[in-house]
């Protein structure tokens, strides 16, 4: 299936707000959620295990980096290319 | 049974839980399913499937099919159970010891080690050392505001080092799945499987990690840390697996199927818990520095599931002996000036 980046945005946004109990407003999506508080390395399982369920990307080990999951924009941009791939 | 704390009229999350709001029948916005999602059915279908098919395929090909973190308590017996006698799984039991677990859930580990046939490994850190960390997760802001919304400090302490040590053990070994007691409500619905590779969630342990080794020392590194020769040989990482969260089941029940191996309720911990002597502490220290019993979000979701009364779980919370709390703070030395600068942990960020 096809999302527009606004669509994965929006998704991701509302899922890490419900789940990490954060309001939107108070994440900077160009920072690190760890650096930033929001999740812990369990956090970052949940993030993962979302995006495979979501949007049907699986995240094998070579995608495990700080480029693709540093920030909320950066995940967005990886889950966007995996799902035009 | 009632107290003085605001709570949500249908579960126990109180006033000051994170982000929490009441509607005009006081019910909270994680009741009216606005926040925390800890149930769906969808995933906890698609996790019992990929349990099932990753147990089928993965059995009989190593000393061990699963390394079983194994405290004693009351939810980590009953998965233990379920682990050898449901899934016919060839576990190996490993109990960290902190050195504050009760004589009887020792009598209890031996017992059902035993009657389960079971191959069981106990490590035990020095106590001097373990003394020192619960000072540290204690009276430092180690953990995030939102990693303490599902558990305490200082089992969060502990349980990191049961996860590594279970993931080191599996990697040596080879063993494929790791296996521990979680319910939902302690863990996130999104973790009941999922592959753990070190290296991935190395960044994110890092910030913790550095806080640790300040106040502790390298030595933290032989609980918390995998070396680069055993990470390199890996050529496949092994699951983590809650298998308690796919099982729809009350702690009645849990209790009544784990009695038949002869386990019985300690008497020296507190209502929240069935092993560590701990516990009374660790919620009395979270209660101090956040407002909040680090049980309410757990006994929350299963009041959500029936598979606890709000009348039930509130007496859990309220069963908190300050003798088991001093105790613990005689033995840790910790002075009346310490105990008053709880509050203020997390607002020196």
Aim: charged share 30%.
């Amino acid at each position: 299936m096809a999302y527009t980046r606004d669509e994965i945005f929006n998704k991701l946004s509302d899922f890490v707000a419900q789940q990490f109990i954060v309001e939107k407003d108070e994440i900077n999506m160009d920072e690190s959620l760890i650096d930033q508080g929001v999740i812990d390395s369990l956090g970052l399982i949940e993030i993962t295990t979302f995006i495979e369920k979501q949007f049907g990307v699986t995240v094998v080990e070579e995608d495990m980096t700080r480029e693709n999951f540093g920030s909320m924009n950066k995940m967005v941009d990886h889950i966007f290319r995996a799902v035009n791939k | 049974m009632t107290d003085n704390i605001k709570r949500c009229t249908k579960c126990v999350l109180s006033a000051s839980f994170p982000n929490i709001n009441f509607d005009e029948n006081g019910v909270c916005n994680f009741c009216r399913d606005e926040m925390y999602h800890t149930a769906d059915e969808d995933v906890l279908d698609k996790s019992k499937e990929e349990i099932i098919r990753r147990f089928e395929s993965g059995k009989g090909k190593s000393q061990y099919d699963a390394v079983m973190c194994y405290s004693g308590g009351k939810d980590s017996t009953y998965t233990l159970m379920l682990a050898v006698e449901k899934y016919g799984l060839n576990v190996l039991a490993f109990t960290f010891d902190n050195g504050f677990i009760s004589p009887v859930a020792f009598e209890n580990i031996n017992r059902v080690a035993e009657s389960l046939n079971v191959d069981l490994l106990t490590i035990r850190p020095s106590l001097k050392f373990m003394k020192k960390l619960i000072r540290a997760s204690s009276f430092n802001p180690v953990y995030t505001k939102r990693t303490l919304t599902r558990i305490s400090s200082n089992c969060n302490s502990c349980i990191t080092m049961v996860n590594i040590l279970a993931l080191r053990m599996a990697l040596e070994k080879k063993i494929p799945f790791i296996l521990a007691g979680f319910t939902l409500g302690q863990i996130p619905l999104n973790t009941i499987i999922y592959k753990n590779n070190y290296r991935f969630f190395q960044d994110s342990r890092k910030p913790i990690l550095d806080k640790l080794r300040k106040a502790v020392g390298d030595e933290i590194d032989k609980y918390m840390c995998i070396d680069e020769p055993l990470l390199d040989s890996v050529t496949e990482d092994p699951y983590n697996v809650n298998l308690l969260c796919i099982e729809e089941i009350s702690e009645e029940k849990i209790l009544e199927k784990i009695r038949k191996t002869g386990w019985t309720q300690p008497e020296d911990v507190d209502g929240c818990s069935s092993n560590c002597r701990l516990n009374a502490f660790n919620n009395f220290i979270h209660e101090q520095t956040l407002g909040y019993n680090p049980y309410e979000l757990e006994l929350s979701h299963l009041i959500k599931n029936d598979l606890l009364t709000r009348e039930e779980a509130l007496e859990k919370i309220q069963d908190k002996s300050e003798t088991q709390v001093n105790a613990i703070i005689e033995e840790l030395n910790i002075t009346p000036d310490e105990l008053s600068s709880l509050k203020e942990i997390y607002k020196k960020k």
